[in-house]
């Protein structure tokens, strides 16, 4: 019988043909300190899955992941050939985000009551919203 795959909370920004692209760059920043987008370029093009992707390609998925919240601008940084390149730094949002991708829904039925309570009342808190 062939192995399921662990059941995993699938949100919005890790759907579509933008999904992969999305959690490379969200890595990429995470790990990293601020870059600009031709260093989120240069990183992205290092991973297997992912070497023939175009600037123009990361460039629209990070300007999205702005214009969404993912993602923040933080600086300015002069490049080496003079120019002065924005640089961007994930929000409190990707960090969730990156967290709630990875959460297995079977590990997190095993929390205690109190721990569970205090999940449900986040959960409650911002949907009421």
Known sequence: MPKSKPSTIKLQVFKGREAKLNKAVFTILAHRD??????????VKAQRGLRQTRYVNVNKRVRALEETG????????KTKAGFQALTYEPTTKAYLSILLDSINL????????ATAQIILGAILHFSNR
């Open 106 to 113: 079977g590990e997190l039925m095993r929390v205690d009551d």
């Open 70 to 77: 993912y993602i923040k601008k933080t600086g300015i940084r």
């Open 34 to 43: 601020p870059q600009t987008i031709y260093d989120i370029h240069r990183e």
